[in-house]
């Protein structure tokens, strides 16, 4: 080979300084086509995106193919979002050469930070579910599991928020508009996906009954695979996501017709199907184009898993060892079907043996008992736009429902609970149900969540199956939570107990006699204070509001949802700037509340909730009354990238959602983990964060779920007596209904009074508002203590390696998956 190319090759993997800058400035060069005096800092991000990518690849096929030659099995991680984020620290830091990163950029007058900025935050995902995804990748990676995302490219990722008079705007997130460095698009993995039509039955070759989709619409499914790098850079799996594409035969006729435009416009609109993500987090739309898009989405994945399978197999008995699906919650189930029909139909398979290797290979993880959020699709619609999967959701229910029969001994309701068909009102099909069916497992996200799972939605499922549903608590990945998003705090920690806890963070409980370490503890405040610094000059850039960095940071990052309760953290804020305004003279612990979080579109009362926020900042934070004691921000745009600068700054997390309402919420355990106190209720995994943490180190209030559930039943719980018998709580909500902050329309709040009183307080706001403020007390009082604080704040995060998606998708592994380590052999000159 010549020399010269040779010792390119070379360099593209060298992890030096000199390699790593020599390789920037051929990059820029060669591929971006600037030159240094003109490159913007786009240009320099995907100039340094593409040199850290070439260190990535080799070890990516050497990945791959060790998987192939030892015919792992592989888990299939099937979900409609991944809340990926900024990918280039997060490269960087698993090859581990951010150090070597920015000296090579030093060297070329280049600032770290200014190309890490200038990457777009990957947001194909709403809230926890799709975060909750990419955690798992980054977890699998690392642990070497052959693990695969599948999803949608969604050319627009979730909407950009932005306040426009204090009311939450949207645009359009282009992500892509200057390309994406880290894909590579793969136009030859093409697979057609069908919709509409009808179905046609024959007589096979044996001479039964068989049936064919026939007249349908097709459209391409064209993948673009993301490397995701485990930490150390050994294992490199794949992120494979679809795109949509028309088919070149599409509708041709129309060109002999002269109709040459109305063929094009057909195939502009069948690539609508990747365009969008929907904007609802916890609760389903209903539309059309969304089931065509979780169609869509796994229907391809299945026939790529097939494919991948049949590479080394010719009977599919084998399928269930080779092959393990996870369904992130119920939005691609209709992959059950799916693979019903493609074994039936396309492989001729018998339906018992068909129905025996899809419930073996597929699992099923819900989310959420939100009954909004259930999806259930006419079934109309199914019939229209999938009408051979209907038919096998009707034969899979058939044969269930009878074979059920004969145990429940005539009772009619609970058969009817059991079907996959909702027939009161317009019949629906329970994606929930058909999920459950056909999974070997089930599991919910936190202790209490799976309980409730077994009492609530799938109880009577879960007689039937008593073994089926079980508990996967949810974790967060350590290396971008921690180790990358809180350079201040991870380099301390592993000033004192090593750089074990990266990969196992259960080794971070040697933190724990630490706590009692004066040194240490000013050490941790140290790094807190930096975070504390970093994060008020971006609230100063986002909203013009200068804050006390010696404030408590009270933190409430989130999606806005009424059962998240964002309006009793503002009652509060309320409350106390009342208390301060009353008492001038008094030494007040000075808070500044930190709100971000975007509302669904369509989420009217989530969106007042907004506005009420801005509205209670702009008087709070303008009263010289308080004295700078009080400030309230509502930051913008709540991304991932908004939360690497917020969360490592957090004092207080604010984990208050009615009991029994979130699932699980994996925020706070970020929070948790970089040293916040929770103030949290008895609901999801706060449950298990106050058992780790210890009850000493974590604010508890308000009612349990069972309270919750026997409240709501006794039908006898009255807001207005609650509101009547608590003063502060009385003039927090007569200021929010007079214009005390909506002076330009005092009937603005009118909506929000309204469900905290004659609307019932579905939420149970009222109901909790006394013994928040009490923990809020607490709270403060315990501020003014800054050793006997950093103590605990010290032991949170020592007393939270078990919240580590390491230990999470181990428990998936070993009792949901049963697939194991492979260790990628790099026998090529690979990766130094
Ligand atoms: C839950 O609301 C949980 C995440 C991840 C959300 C949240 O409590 O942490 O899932 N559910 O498990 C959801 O988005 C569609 O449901």
């Not at 009991?659 to 948790?672: C, D, V, W």
């Not at 207005?720 to 200021?735: C, T």
Request: glycine share 6%.
């Amino acid at each position: 080979m010549d020399a010269r190319f040779k010792s390119r090759d070379i360099e593209r993997r060298s992890l030096d300084v000199d390699g790593l800058k020599r390789s920037f400035l051929e990059w820029l060069v060669y591929s971006v086509g600037k030159d240094a005096r003109a490159a913007t800092r786009r240009d320099w991000f995907h100039t340094v995106a593409l040199a850290v990518r070439d260190r990535v690849v080799d070890r990516w096929m050497d990945t791959t193919r060790s998987y192939y030659h030892e015919d792992a099995k592989r888990v299939y991680y099937l979900s409609l979002e991944f809340l990926i984020g900024r990918l280039l620290t997060n490269s960087l830091s698993n090859l581990g050469i951010v150090d070597e990163c920015r000296q090579a950029l030093d060297r070329l007058g280049l600032s770290m930070e200014d190309v890490v900025d200038a990457e777009p935050d990957a947001a194909l995902g709403n809230g926890g579910l799709g975060r909750l995804a990419a955690c798992f990748l980054d977890s699998m990676a690392s642990q070497g599991l052959p693990g695969y995302g599948y999803g949608i490219r969604y050319e627009f990722g979730l909407f950009e928020q932005r306040f426009e008079n204090g009311w939450q705007v949207e645009y359009p997130e282009q992500w892509l508009q200057f390309g994406n460095p880290w894909e590579f698009a793969r136009p030859e993995v093409l697979y057609p996906v069908q919709f509409y039509g009808r179905v046609e039955e024959f007589r096979d070759s044996v001479g039964e009954r068989a049936y064919r989709w026939v007249d349908a619409d097709r459209v391409l499914a064209m993948a673009y695979d993301t490397p995701v790098v485990g930490f150390g850079g050994e294992t490199i799996n794949t992120l494979r996501l679809w795109s949509a594409r028309a088919t070149r035969d599409f509708n041709f006729g129309h060109f002999n017709d002269g109709a040459y435009m109305k063929a094009v416009e057909q195939k502009i609109l069948s690539e609508n199907l990747s365009r969008v993500l929907y904007p609802n987090d916890a609760t389903e739309t209903g539309k059309e184009l969304r089931l065509k898009q979780e169609y869509f989405f796994t229907s391809a994945s299945l026939q790529d898993i097939l494919r991948r399978y049949l590479q080394h197999h010719s009977t599919f008995e084998n399928l269930p060892n080779k092959a393990a699906i996870q369904l992130n919650d119920t939005h691609p189930a209709i992959g059950i079907a799916e693979l019903m029909r493609l074994l039936v139909d396309q492989h001729a398979l018998r339906w018992d043996d068909a129905w025996e290797i899809t419930r073996a290979t597929f699992a099923y993880t819900n989310h959420t008992l939100l009954p909004e959020a259930l999806e259930a699709w006419p079934v109309r619609m199914i019939e229209r736009v999938l009408p051979r999967h209907m038919q096998i959701i009707y034969e899979i229910n058939a044969k269930f429902l009878n074979r059920t029969k004969a145990k429940a001994a005539g009772d009619n309701a609970k058969l009817s609970r059991l079907s996959l068909i909702d027939e009161r009102g317009e019949r629906r099909v329970r994606m929930g149900n058909l999920a459950f069916l056909g999974s070997h497992k089930v599991n919910g996200v936190s202790a209490l969540h799976t309980d409730l799972m077994k009492q609530t939605v799938f109880a009577d499922f879960h007689e039937e199956f008593p073994d089926r549903i079980n508990n996967k608590t949810n974790g967060i990945t350590p290396r971008r939570w921690l180790k990358q998003a809180n350079p201040a705090l991870s380099e301390l920690i592993t000033t004192r107990i090593g750089e074990g806890w990266i990969s196992d963070l259960s080794q971070i409980a040697a933190l724990r006699e630490k706590a009692d370490d004066v040194v240490f503890r000013e050490e941790f405040r140290r790094a807190k204070r930096k975070n504390k610094k970093r994060l008020a000059a971006y609230i100063a850039r986002q909203t013009g509001e200068e804050v006390l960095v010696d404030s408590i940071f009270d933190v409430q990052v989130k999606r806005m949802h009424e059962y998240k309760r964002q309006l009793l953290n503002v009652l509060h804020t309320i409350a106390l700037y009342n208390e301060m305004r009353d008492n001038p003279t008094v030494s007040w612990v000075p808070v500044t509340k930190v709100f971000a979080g975007k509302a669904a579109p369509s989420y009217h009362m989530a969106k007042l909730i907004i506005k009420l926020i801005n509205d209670v900042a702009k008087v709070v934070n303008h009263d010289p009354s308080v004295h700078d004691n009080l400030k309230v921000v509502l930051l913008p745009n709540y991304n991932v990238t908004a939360a690497e600068i917020i969360i490592p700054a957090a004092d207080l997390s604010e984990q208050i959602s009615t009991a029994g309402m979130e699932a699980s919420g994996t925020g706070n355990m970020k929070l948790a983990l970089n040293g916040a106190l929770t103030i949290g209720t008895l609901d999801g995994a706060n449950v298990e964060i106050r058992e780790h943490v210890g009850a000493d180190n974590i604010f508890i209030f308000g009612m349990t779920a069972d309270e919750v559930n026997d409240l709501r039943a006794s039908g006898g719980f009255n807001p207005r007596e609650v509101i009547a018998s608590n003063p502060s709580l009385k003039r927090a909500l007569d200021m929010i209904s007079t214009g005390a902050f909506s002076p330009d329309d005092r009937n603005r709040y009118h909506p929000i009074v309204q469900a905290l009183t004659d609307g019932g307080d579905h939420f149970l706001v009222t109901a909790d508002f006394a013994d928040y403020c009490r923990a809020q007390d607490a709270a403060m009082q315990l501020y003014r203590d800054p050793e006997e604080w950093t103590r605990k704040a010290i032991l949170n995060t020592a007393n939270m390696g078990w919240f580590s998606s390491d230990r999470t998708v181990n428990e998936y592994a070993g009792e949901i998956w049963d697939v194991h380590p492979v260790k990628p052999s790099h026998d090529g000159e690979g990766f130094r």
